[in-house]
């Protein structure tokens, strides 16, 4: 737990924190609001004192209420990974910035949490499905997408699955329209 | 039927009907085949002298012709032993063992690989261009073949001694690109096509260093023959002992040879054209069957083949390494002079043979070998003995036959040699594999060239 | 493809029976008389890799539209040198790479999503199957999140056995690399000499762990089990030779001039270009940056190991090689020094049957054969992780292959991809 880093992270990023900054074991966590990505992950690589030079990770998570876009980053400043949760992305329309920008290597990580989550990034140049079928229409990490025989967590619900039958507006297009015609809902 | 013939009249069919499939067969073909018999030897009698008499008058042409059989019938044979080479050594290299399942040490193994290749289905995939597709494989197939018409096996044994030998030989392992490249563009398949234009690109670059490394060994055989081009003489001048090899005289030109002979045929480390990490198989990615099967039988000609130009140019093919003192006229040995006789003697040879070899099998082998068993392994034990005897026999008293063990030697070393670089060795790049050709390998031979006709001009003022 | 320009065939016969057929009710072809020309083109349209929609992307538009000389080629997903089932669309100039299009998610199962609905017991073993190579760093990886969630001190003997059979399993791991790097540049010999040297190890973890591949091993709070006598004496045995097996493995090909030439040079990343794609591992070590997990952000009982992180400043396919030869003597010293200083003790501490972790995050990294592992889980009170997320270095290392081939021939692909050592297992999780 390096407290420093607590510190100097609270000078640079003051404004753009959205709740404490949270240590626990090895690992710093910052909460920000989607619109600011850019401006946070620029600032964290790019200050002197915080060189948060390599994306570790890059991933979507549905909490069943919103959507987080959640980054790992590694610095050489500092013994701790930080995780930066941009937090409270609706579930309706998710999206968020591209941090393409800044690391090249984010395209595929976006991509894949497009593909998983629907979350759909602004400024990433190629986001399209990656591990579904072109034509596939469901975004299978999301919460309300149960397995076919997870009866079990589902009380009462029984099989269900969900075929999202509207995509979150402004997601570039997905095949699906035009092979299979999803029926609109 | 019944009612209208009578009892004696309906003899033969009712015996007709009584016959099973295979009778009735019998019936038709014995019959059959005495009449053709029969007419065969009328004919041999009345057409026979006439046609020997015409034969006789012919006689280069006849010669060209059992000698074109004898190699066509040749090259499945040898591409089957160089197979199950490639497979045993490269296995050896590997630390694998390598086939060890059918035959002994699994030396049928290739044999079992062409019956397969052969049971195969013959797939032609859509949108190829058949004609050209199913023509591929021949063209690749009968280049290789017709590359060993000119390759002195041993003194008179050669198919034909052209005066052009060694033109022809290049002339005819050209040819070979052209197969590739029809295979290339009619499979209609990416792979094929680059596979079939690097072939190109490669034979033809390899082509020129090939051809002027060899322009050394003529020169200097010019000194010596008239006749410089033909494979023979090449041979001949080299007779003697071992320092008489074109090798010792012309290393560097050795060397161009051996490399560009090794992308001549397509092998490690030049083997783009199928190469399979890379193009899948290239020209040959969409065949199967038999067609692929002479794709895989002409590689391993070209093998042989390079192998042996390679052992008849600069190592004195068929020459012994040093003057072999112990050659024994056996002319009792021959076979005319024993006529008729053979007729009797192979057959009585073979029985008592068998049994007489059984007969240990039974009493060593125990119980482990049936009475059949033990026959067919007491008549492969008499022709490897009786093998072994003729062959000792021929290569004392025949000048061919050591020769041609001779040539064997030295053509196989090489094969192996081969193999053993295929072991070895990663793959060049197309570019790499090009600048190469024409950056090293051209200037080094037009180097040799010269150095050696300006010391042949000197040395002979 | 051989170029087929439909010839407009004016024979009188041809057209007469195509008449008729479209007379009698038959199919009427649009704009030409000739079938023929007709099949030629849906031929075409079959063998060509351009997907049947209208492009998603504007990068996917750009792509897939074909300039002046330049072909299409499908490498994949089915191909000798592919590792697996990625599949390259290479857009061809002659033989030279103008640019690439990978498509991943052949060999998709959903783990994460698996993961989210089994138990964190049953989590280990699903993880294991993704990067088939190394299946242990993906337990390592989700272990150590886990125990941050649970808050578990592992013991220090159990420490020692995963760095132990971790590094074991590198070793396995990086021999195949060089075996498989050789094999794809067209050289048969290594892979069979890697192949006799992975087994060793494989059969050595087997009679630890009790499986070849999917090892199952680590556990949350431990490890499976102690070592035993024949796992001690397979070790000792190929301890005493690993070092200079290794050593004759590796000159089988460091000093093969075509092989060398074959790789100098060739997909150069440089530093700036590695940090930018996130690219870890030995990739990244290979373009002079010298980020290991185990050093960077050590886990488990690395600060107390001798070690060196090997850097080389080239970053091309033969850089990234020797990294790989480089990293396995440190991993042979490594597991010397485990076996020195190996403590006693118990190798599992005591935990629940049904571990309910608190509500929290954690992210457990660990630096595998292919560079960092890292697992994101968050826990939400129950007996499944809320979400589990997996970090697969080769999903990230195999990003630089559009930015590495183009300008490079075809044979080059493979010496680039190979040298990036994907593993299509972890790619497509």
Request: charged share 20%; proline share 6%.
């Amino acid at each position: 737990m390096d407290l420093t880093l607590k510190t100097r992270l609270e000078a640079r990023l003051g404004d753009y924190l959205r709740g404490p900054v949270y240590q626990r074991r090895d690992e710093t966590e910052i909460r920000i609001e989607p619109d600011s990505v850019p401006d946070v992950l620029r600032i964290l690589r790019d200050a002197r004192d915080l060189r948060f030079e390599i994306l570790a990770d890059l991933a979507g998570v549905d909490t069943g209420d919103v959507m987080q876009v959640v980054y790992h980053l590694w610095s050489p400043m500092t013994t701790d990974w930080l995780r930066i949760i941009a937090d409270g992305i609706p579930r309706d329309d998710p999206r968020a910035p591209s941090a393409t920008f800044l690391w090249t290597g984010a395209e595929w990580l976006e991509r894949e949490a497009y593909d998983m989550f629907g979350i759909v990034f602004e400024g990433n140049r190629d986001l399209r499905r990656i591990f579904m079928p072109p034509d596939y229409t469901s975004f299978p990490l999301r919460k309300d997408f149960l397995l076919p025989d997870d009866a079990a967590r589902s009380t009462g619900a029984g099989v269900r699955q969900v075929e999202l039958g509207v995509r979150p507006t402004g997601a570039n297009g997905d095949a699906a329209d035009d092979i299979r015609r999803a029926p609109a809902s | 039927m019944r009612a209208g013939i009578g009892l004696a009249a309906s003899y033969p069919f009712r015996l007709w009907t009584r016959l099973t499939v295979r009778q009735r067969l019998g019936m038709i073909v014995i019959p059959a085949s005495v009449v053709a018999a029969l007419i065969t030897v009328l004919v041999i009698v009345l057409a026979g002298p006439p046609f020997l008499d015409f034969l006789n008058a012919n006689l280069p042409l006849v010669r060209f012709a059992v000698a074109a059989t004898a190699i066509l019938m040749l090259t499945i044979p040898t591409a089957f032993v160089l197979i199950y080479v490639e497979l045993k050594v490269i296995a050896r290299m590997n630390l694998r063992v390598g086939p060890n399942r059918v035959g002994p040490w699994g030396m049928a193994m290739s044999v079992i690989h062409g019956l397969k290749v052969l049971s195969k289905e013959d797939f032609t995939p859509t949108g190829t261009d058949v004609t050209v597709f199913t023509l591929a494989p021949v063209v690749t197939y009968m280049a290789s073949v017709m590359t060993l018409l000119v390759i002195p096996f041993a003194p008179g044994l050669v198919g034909q001694d052209l005066n052009i030998g060694l033109l022809y030989f290049f002339a005819m392992g050209g040819l070979t690109v052209l197969g590739l490249l029809m295979a290339g563009w009619s499979s209609f398949n990416k792979y094929s096509l680059l596979g079939g234009l690097r072939s190109a690109a490669q034979i033809i670059s390899y082509e020129i260093p090939l051809t002027l490394s060899v322009v050394g060994v003529i020169i200097l055989a010019s000194t010596k023959t008239a006749e410089t081009l033909s494979l023979n003489h090449i041979v001949l001048v080299q007779s003697g002992s071992m320092l008489d090899w074109f090798v010792f005289k012309q290393p560097l030109a050795f060397l161009i040879f051996f490399i560009a002979a090794t992308a001549e045929a397509n092998r490690t480390p030049f083997d783009m054209t199928e190469a399979d990490s890379e193009i899948v198989a290239g020209f040959a990615t969409e065949y199967s069957g038999m067609r692929f099967g002479f794709f895989f039988f002409a590689e391993y000609v070209n093998v042989f083949i390079v192998s042996a130009l390679a052992a008849t140019i600069f190592f004195g093919g068929w020459t012994a390494p040093f003057d072999w003192p112990w050659s024994y006229n056996l002319n009792w040995l021959h076979p005319g002079s024993l006529g008729l006789l053979w007729i009797g003697i192979v057959p009585t040879v073979l029985l008592f043979g068998s049994f007489f070899f059984a007969f240990f099998v039974r009493i060593f082998g125990g119980r482990a070998w049936g009475v059949w068993e033990s026959m067919g392994l007491g008549l492969i034990l008499l022709l490897v003995a009786l093998g072994g005897l003729v062959g000792l026999a021929g290569f004392i008293a025949f000048d061919w036959v050591q020769g041609l063990t001779w040539f064997m030697v030295k053509t196989y070393f090489f094969v192996i040699v081969f193999v053993w670089m295929r072991a070895t060795l990663p793959r060049v790049r197309v570019d790499q594999l090009m600048g190469f050709a024409w950056k090293w390998l051209l200037p080094a031979s037009l180097l040799n060239l010269f150095v050696t006709a300006t010391a042949v001009v000197l040395l002979n003022r | 493809m051989p170029p087929r320009q439909p010839a407009p065939r004016k024979s009188k016969a041809r057209t007469t029976a195509a008449t008729d057929a479209a007379d009698a009710g038959g199919r009427q072809y649009a704009s030409t008389d000739d079938p023929r020309i007709m099949l030629d083109r849906q031929v075409g349209n079959l063998y060509e890799p351009i997907p049947p929609y209208p492009p998603r992307t504007e990068r996917e538009g750009e792509f897939y539209t074909l300039g002046d000389g330049e072909m299409f080629l499908n490498l994949g997903p089915h191909h000798p040198a592919t590792h697996g089932v990625l599949r390259l669309v290479l857009k061809l100039s002659g033989e030279q790479v103008v640019d690439v299009d990978p498509v991943l998610g052949y060999l998709h199962r959903g783990v994460e999503k698996i993961c989210e609905n089994s138990d964190y017991y049953h989590v280990l073993d699903q993880v294991d199957p993704l990067e088939y190579l190394s299946s242990l760093f993906q337990e390592w990886a989700a272990v150590l999140s886990f125990e941050k969630l649970v808050d578990v001190q592992v013991p220090r003997r159990a420490e020692y056995i995963r760095v132990l059979s971790g590094e074991l399993l590198r070793i396995a791991s990086h021999t195949l690399y060089m075996g498989f790097l050789a094999l794809d540049l067209g050289g048969l010999a290594p892979i069979l000499y890697s192949f006799i040297e992975r087994d060793e190890i494989v059969e050595m973890l087997a009679a630890l762990t009790g499986a070849r591949m999917l090892f199952n091993y680590y556990r949350i709070g431990g490890v499976n089990g102690d070592l035993n006598h024949e796992f001690m004496s397979r070790l000792g045995d190929w301890m005493s030779r690993a070092a200079g097996q290794t050593e004759a493995n590796a000159t089988l090909l460091n000093e093969n001039e075509i092989f060398v030439r074959r790789t100098r040079g060739v997909g150069v990343l440089d530093r700036a270009t590695a940090l930018q794609f996130g690219v870890t591992g030995g990739n990244l070590r290979a373009s002079g940056v010298p980020f290991d997990v185990r050093r960077a952000h050590p886990y488990s009982i690395y600060p107390e190991l001798e070690f060196n992180v090997p850097t080389r400043d080239e970053g091309d396919s033969l850089a990234r090689y020797l990294i790989r030869v480089d990293e396995i003597r440190e991993s042979i010293k490594i597991i010397d020094q485990c076996l020195n200083n190996m403590p006693d003790g118990p190798v599992m501490a005591k935990l629940p049957r049904l571990i309910r972790p608190r509500p929290g995050r954690s992210w457990g990294a660990v630096e595998g054969p292919r560079g960092m592992m890292g697992v994101y889980s968050i826990s939400d009170g129950s007996d499944q992780p809320f979400r589990f997320r997996i970090h697969d270095p080769s999903f990230v290392n195999l990003q630089t292959v559009p930015a590495l081939l183009p300008g490079n021939l075809l044979a080059d692909t493979m010496a680039i991809v190979a040298s990036l050592d994907p593993v299509l297992g972890g790619i497509d999780k």
